[in-house]
């Protein structure tokens, strides 16, 4: 059991000191990933980012994935049965939502390209690993030279499934019974926006690359 984020960071850390003062980038997830992320990046002594991506829903059923956008990337499903004005525009539409997020947690920080470099995408645990899948794949067209998905917890379906796409899975703890991330945390309370930008903040004064 995980005492909190940072607690589940420090643990998950061990596993990842073979990536230290790696020449690469750490992306969490918001908002639950960034304060786990946050001691691993200190000790690894790389820089810590986000990673933004949000899916694009079918027309008639929004919940229903057809792709995915991020800032610098996107994926389309083959069979999308959308019309290229639909998606065009749910393009735009998401890019600006995300676009505001960014500015909110990282500022007028430039986000770092991430071709040719180790990424180290951080959560606070997975259930199913669907959400991460079109992260992953996102990233993965951007050509890092690896591609590291680390969690504290996850459950063995995720697990499988994520290693299955990425370079190198690294977890904590994957418990024989799961039913959902926040069960192996004492405390999991919902992180703020404010909290979020806080650790982002310390992060980048303390990077030496910043300097």
Same mark, same amino acid.
């Given at each position: 059991m995980f005492q909190d984020r940072m607690d589940a960071g420090l643990a998950l #850390?061990? =596993? @990842? @000191? =073979?990536? !230290?003062? %790696?020449? +690469? %980038?750490?992306?969490? %997830?918001?908002r639950g990933g960034i304060p786990v992320a946050f001691p691993i990046a200190r000790i690894l002594e790389i820089p810590l980012e986000i990673i933004? #991506? $949000? !899916?694009? +829903?079918h027309p008639l059923h929004k919940e229903y994935a057809i792709g995915a956008v991020s800032l610098t990337g996107r994926i389309i499903a083959p069979n999308a049965m959308a019309s290229d004005e639909y998606i065009q525009q749910e393009i735009i539409n998401i890019r600006k939502q995300l676009r505001e997020m960014y500015i909110k947690y990282m500022g007028d920080k430039k986000p770092t390209p991430v $071709?040719? $470099?180790v990424v180290i995408v951080v959560d606070d645990g997975v259930a199913t690993g669907n959400t991460l899948l079109s992260t992953i794949e996102i990233i993965r067209n951007e050509r890092p030279r690896k591609l590291v998905v680390a969690v504290p917890v996850a459950s063995r379906q995720a697990a499988k499934k994520l290693s299955e796409v990425c370079d190198e899975f690294v977890c904590a703890w994957i418990p024989s019974e799961f039913h959902s991330v926040g069960e192996f945390y004492l405390d999991f309370t919902q992180v703020t926006d404010e909290e979020v930008v806080s650790i982002l903040e310390m992060r980048v004064k303390e990077d030496p690359g910043n300097e």
């Open positions: #850390s061990r =596993h @990842l @000191l =073979h990536y !230290k003062r %790696v020449d +690469g %980038v750490m992306l969490a %997830v918001p933004l #991506s $949000k !899916k694009i +829903g $071709k040719d $470099k």
